[in-house]
């Protein structure tokens, strides 16, 4: 129930309902704790982080990547990780949101080098490719002599796998 309704929330706020959508998620997170549902408890707080205001979004977003290390769930841990980079790329913590997208972007290297088949690769790819455009991001806005050379470095980053895949035969 506790995850059906982290969906249920998601399509709420489509629907432009953001105060039930908040309180639906609120409930989701409520059952997950109680049930000491870890993915459902982790999914409870990301969704709300989408539907409040900033300040309480941190809290929601350093719950969910804490509950997703205590758990060992690195996909979770990715996710949370991404979505706190992203916040705090928004607010101009950029070496806190770097470090955030560094860990993700391991951790999705180190997900996808399990993914042989074209098709689970490309769908597990789908949602990752925020993290890479956070590190370029990150890069982007701090300057320096260098400036150049991390931004490009970055972009290689997210595309070098995908050609390494290419060259081996595994993407087609």
Not at 64 to 82: D, H, K, M, S, W
Request: aromatic letters at 2%; a negative charge.
């Amino acid at each position: 129930l506790a995850a059906v309704l982290v969906e249920r929330a998601a399509l709420e706020a489509r629907h432009g309902a953001l105060d039930v959508a908040r309180d639906t998620a609120k409930e989701a997170l409520e059952l997950a704790r109680s049930a000491g549902l870890a993915t459902e408890l982790i999914g409870a707080h990301l969704r709300l982080a989408e539907l409040v205001e900033p300040a309480e979004a941190d809290v929601h977003l350093e719950a969910a990547l804490t509950r997703a290390e205590e758990t060992r769930l690195l996909p979770l841990q990715v996710a949370a990780g991404q979505a706190l980079g992203r916040r705090r790329l928004a607010s101009g913590r950029v070496g806190s949101a770097r470090a955030l997208f560094e860990r993700s972007a391991a951790g999705i290297e180190l997900l996808r080098s399990s993914l042989a088949h074209e098709a689970l690769l490309g769908n597990f790819l789908h949602d990752k490719a925020a993290t890479y455009v956070g590190l370029i991001e990150c890069e982007l806005a701090t300057p320096g002599v260098d400036h150049g050379e991390r931004v490009l470095a970055a972009m290689e980053r997210a595309s070098a796998r995908s050609l390494d895949e290419l060259a081996a035969g595994l993407v087609h």
